[in-house]
């Protein structure tokens, strides 16, 4: 069944148009009314276009030229001066008729009915970051200590990054190197997915940028070296060469800005100077577009068309779920409606904490030893301690005080997103159940 409502796909899509159209989006109520009129410059589509085909050999071979030279560096951020390859729809682990572009006209057209001048058209529309630049703290001056960032910690150098969802919003994508790692920093504001992968495949180094695309009103991002598309909730190419394959998931947290500069007061954050979306119309970051949002997937409502075979009564759509993941094993923890809490728990027979706090709200999740000693922890007035020591801990995972002061937790690879996101890309994974 399609649960998908037409008089809501053009409004959760507005992220998009403002970057085209520069004009200030409206909110959710205020767009409840009907679709906005708007005519971006696309090429029409519709049900009588061809396939998307894969581009002549002349074209092709140049496009490989231009994947070299970006690549030659591997590391190297640069943002292409050509297209990726066109995506081999021959090749897929998921219909294809099921990944819609947004044509940002108030509907959306199936890719097994696009024809390549509209899959052209549309790829990038969002635009991605691919030369991403930072600044101290002070840089995220004009955010609210309750806006949301999705953080990030260099696992050799300690270094914290801090990513606006506000930003997000009117990008989703950012490829960096961080720590000598190159790093996909992503955000589906349809689902309200921050995650965060290596983007080191199989020894390539791959570039991602944004299809206009989704799968499951889930972000589809696509790589410069193959064309293939990709589902970003769980990172797995779905559409062309690579379909099957997943990226490595990192650490990260979705965490409101003020706990996470309280926690990393040397953090560098993503700078609103990037010259992405052109000038005139002041801060296009400043305001929450998507307030309420969360409301409305509840109601079962979605921006594109989700497979009511894929949902789960066991929470509502868009609660909030941290998901972490211990080999191929995942489990989730709901944050919504959740009260400051410690969750001790086994995962794939690792003993872990999942840290939860009401602002947000929060997950944070970590491997639950130091220096070979498995700690239990809880709550004390508020504080982090663990059970052994009476040390405290903060969320960041490092030991403030007490015996163990110094010692640093390792964080536990996880996402955070809607319920109905994680579900439908991980269906009947174990769900956390409060005693």
Not at 98 to 124: C, H, K, M, Q, Y
Not at 164 to 176: F, R, S, T
Not at 180 to 207: F, H, K, M, Q, T
Request: hydrophobic letters at 40%.
């Amino acid at each position: 069944m399609d649960l998908s409502i037409k008089a809501w796909r053009l409004p959760f899509l507005f992220v998009a148009v403002l970057a085209v159209a520069c004009s200030a989006p409206a909110s959710p109520s205020e767009l409840a009314a009907g679709p906005a009129q708007v005519t971006p410059a696309v090429p029409s589509v519709g049900p009588q276009n061809e396939l998307a085909k894969p581009r002549a050999p002349g074209i092709q071979s140049g496009v490989e030229r231009s994947i070299e030279k970006v690549t030659q560096n591997p590391l190297a951020l640069r943002t292409p001066d050509t297209p990726p390859p066109a995506v081999d729809i021959s090749i897929s682990v998921v219909p294809v008729e099921d990944v819609v572009f947004d044509t940002f006209r108030g509907g959306f057209v199936r890719l097994s009915v696009a024809d390549s001048r509209t899959i052209e058209a549309l790829r990038d529309r969002i635009k991605p970051i691919y030369e991403p630049r930072y600044g101290p703290v002070k840089e995220g001056d004009w955010l609210m200590d309750r806006d949301l960032v999705i953080g990030y910690v260099g696992p050799d150098s300690g270094s914290a990054f801090a990513y606006p969802v506000k930003m997000l919003n009117l990008h989703e994508i950012v490829n960096d190197v961080i720590d000598g790692r190159p790093v996909l920093i992503s955000y589906c504001p349809l689902c309200a997915s921050g995650v965060v992968y290596d983007r080191e495949l199989n020894g390539e180094v791959l570039l991602f940028g944004n299809t206009s695309a989704l799968y499951q009103s889930d972000l589809v991002m696509y790589d410069h070296q193959t064309g293939s598309y990709w589902f970003q909730v769980l990172g797995e190419a779905i559409v062309g060469p690579l379909s099957g394959q997943r990226l490595i998931l990192l650490p990260s947290v979705t965490v409101e800005w003020g706990l996470w500069k309280e926690l990393y007061p040397e953090t560098q954050v993503l700078s609103r100077n990037l010259g992405l979306l052109g000038g005139g119309f002041g801060n296009p970051y400043a305001r929450d577009s998507f307030r309420g949002y969360q409301e409305v997937v509840n109601s079962g409502r979605f921006a594109f068309p989700v497979d009511e075979s894929k949902l789960d009564d066991r929470l509502l759509p868009g609660d909030r779920v941290i998901a972490v993941q211990v080999g191929q094993t995942h489990k989730a923890y709901r944050l919504t409606g959740s009260l400051d809490r410690v969750i001790n728990d086994v995962v794939a027979d690792r003993k872990i904490v999942i840290i939860i706090r009401d602002d947000g709200p929060s997950g944070f999740a970590y491997f639950a030893d130091s220096d070979g000693r498995s700690l239990t922890f809880s709550l004390a007035n508020g504080a982090l301690v663990d059970d052994a020591t009476k040390s405290q801990w903060d969320e960041s995972g490092k030991a403030v005080s007490g015996e163990l002061q110094g010692a640093q937790l390792k964080a536990v690879p996880s996402r955070t997103s809607f319920w109905f996101s994680l579900v439908g890309s991980l269906p009947g994974i174990e769900l956390h159940v409060p005693n």
